[in-house]
C-alpha cells in the first residue's frame, strides 16, 4: 500500500486505493456531515477508489476527512502543523495514509463491517493481522521432586514389600546430574514357618549420578542412575508354642543401578516409571530355630510408577 503513495501537494493516491482532495479553501464551519460524506464518496466512485480523502485547513493544523467505502465508515480527524517538522506535506501524507490504513483494518475483521464495496483480496492481505505468537517457553527444569508408589522383591523366599519412594534430581546440565531417593516401607514381607512367622521391613536411602539420554526440554525423558544405598532391614517374629520370637534389625549398603522412563505431560509436571536393582554382598538370613529359612538381597528389584515435579 506504501507505493501507491506520493507526496504532491498534500498526497495523491492512484486508484483503486483512493481520491484526494486538496489543497481546499477553508470549509463551511457548519458544514452537514452527511453532505461531506457523500461528496466524498461521490469523488471516489468517480475515478473507482475505494476511499476518498479531503484536506482541509483549520486553526491548529489541518483538518481530514475519510469516506471509507469498504468500511462504511466516514472518519474525521484535526492534524495539528508541526512547525519544526522540516517537510510538512510529506509528513501529513504519511499521518493520513496511516489514519486511512487504521480504517481499512476492519475489513480483516472475522465479521466486517457491511461497506458499500468489498474488500479486495490485496487489501485483507495487507490488513491481516498476524496472530500472536505463542508465548517463548523458559528453560525447562533442573531440579525436580518426584513422589511414586513401588514394589521391592527379592528372590529367597520372602514376598514382595511395598512402598513410597520420594526423589530428587537436580540437572545442572542437560544430560549429567545428581539424584536423591529414599523408599519408605508400608508393608513387609511375611513368611510363615511351623516355629514361627515373621515379617521383615526394607528401608532404602542413597544418591548417585544421572544420564539423561535426552535433554530436560524433551518430552520422553529416559536416564540412567548410578550409585550406592544404605539399606536398613527390620524384623519382628510371632513364635509358635515352646519358641521364643524376637525383633532384629541391620543395617547395610548397597549399589544399584535405576533406569528411568518419564513423560512431560506438561513442562512442570511428568508420569514417570523406575526400575532399581541393587545387591547386598552377602545377603540378609531370616532363621527360624538356627534354621535359615529365606535370605533376602541377592540381589533385589525395586519398581515404581508416579510423578514429579520441576522448579525453574
Known amino acids: ?38 461528496s466524498l464518496e461521490a469523488s471516489a466512485r468517480e475515478v473507482g477508489a475505494l476511499a476518498a480523502i479531503r484536506a482541509v485547513p483549520s486553526e491548529r493544523g489541518v483538518e481530514v476527512w475519510i469516506a471509507d467505502r469498504v468500511t462504511g465508515k466516514t472518519v474525521l480527524r484535526e492534524m495539528e502543523d508541526d512547525g519544526g517538522t522540516p517537510d510538512r506535506d510529506a509528513a501529513l501524507a504519511l499521518r493520513v495514509v496511516e489514519l486511512l490504513r487504521a480504517s481499512l483494518l476492519e475489513a480483516a475483521l472475522p465479521t466486517p463491517p457491511p461497506g458499500e464495496v468489498p474488500a479486495t483480496p490485496e487489501i485483507r492481505e495487507k490488513m491481516r493481522v ?65 516355629e514361627g512367622s515373621a515379617d521383615l521391613a526394607v528401608l532404602l536411602a542413597g544418591g548417585g549420578v544421572r544420564f539423561a539420554v535426552s535433554t530436560r526440554a524433551s518430552r520422553w525423558t529416559s536416564s540412567v542412575d548410578l550409585g550406592a544405598s544404605a539399606v536398613w532391614l527390620r524384623s519382628t517374629g510371632v513364635a509358635g508354642a515352646g519358641y521364643l520370637g524376637r525383633a532384629s534389625s541391620a543395617v547395610t549398603a548397597s549399589p544399584f543401578v535405576r533406569l528411568g522412563l518419564a513423560d512431560a505431560v506438561t513442562p512442570m509436571f511428568r508420569v514417570r516409571a523406575d526400575v532399581l536393582t541393587g545387591m547386598i554382598a552377602h545377603g540378609v538370613s531370616i532363621r527360624f530355630a538356627q534354621r535359615e529359612a529365606a535370605t533376602w538381597g541377592k540381589p533385589f528389584v525395586l519398581s515404581s510408577a508416579g510423578v514429579d515435579f520441576g522448579w525453574r
Open 130 to 194: 498476524p496472530a500472536p505468537a505463542a508465548p517463548a517457553e523458559g528453560p525447562a527444569s533442573a531440579l525436580r521432586l518426584s513422589l511414586a508408589p513401588g514394589v521391592l522383591l527379592s528372590p529367597g523366599g520372602l514376598g514382595a514389600t511395598a512402598s513410597v519412594g520420594l526423589g530428587l534430581a537436580w540437572m545442572p546440565r542437560e544430560h549429567v546430574g545428581v539424584v536423591g531417593l529414599v523408599a519408605i516401607p508400608i508393608l513387609g514381607a511375611r513368611i510363615e514357618r511351623p
Open 1 to 38: 500500500m506504501e507505493d501507491n503513495h506520493t507526496a504532491s501537494g498534500l498526497s495523491t493516491c492512484r486508484p483503486p486505493w483512493c481520491a484526494f482532495h486538496g489543497p481546499a479553501q477553508p470549509r463551511n464551519r457548519n458544514p452537514a456531515l452527511a453532505r461531506q460524506r457523500a
